[in-house]
């Protein structure tokens, strides 16, 4: 019923920056919040970013500083301006919007990967 499609992964040398986009499609109507979470290897998805629909947000701990997270409610796109990456930000990172309060959607993934 919704589709979420990210783009702007990729490889970036540390200290660089990437912007992740996400855009939702199909049956909108009813998103609290659009963000971004993240699965490195061995470890569990975990949360990097998100905002609800009244603007507040979520960081973790690790990316406070260097990411930002904003929202197009009017285009139901969410993107995340990801800047001095380090390589601990390498992870697949998956776009998410909730519905009502309750049901989590997810987007594809995209490759992050920071490396020399």
């Known amino acids: 019923q919704v589709q979420l499609v990210e783009s702007g992964g990729g490889l970036v040398q540390p200290g660089g920056s990437l912007r992740l986009s996400c855009a939702a499609s199909?049956?909108?109507?009813?998103?609290?919040?659009m963000g971004w979470y993240r699965q490195a290897p061995g470890k569990q998805r975990e949360l990097v970013a998100v905002m609800h629909n009244g603007g507040s947000t979520n960081y973790a701990d690790s990316v406070k500083g260097r990411f930002t997270v904003s929202r197009d409610n009017a285009k139901n796109t969410v993107n995340l301006q990801m800047n001095s990456l380090k390589p601990e930000d390498t992870a697949v990172y998956y776009c998410?919007?909730?519905?009502?309060?309750?049901?989590?959607?997810w987007g594809q993934g995209t490759q992050v990967t920071v490396s020399s």
């Open positions: 199909g049956s909108i109507f009813g998103i609290d919040a």
């Open positions: 998410n919007a909730r519905f009502k309060l309750i049901y989590d959607f």
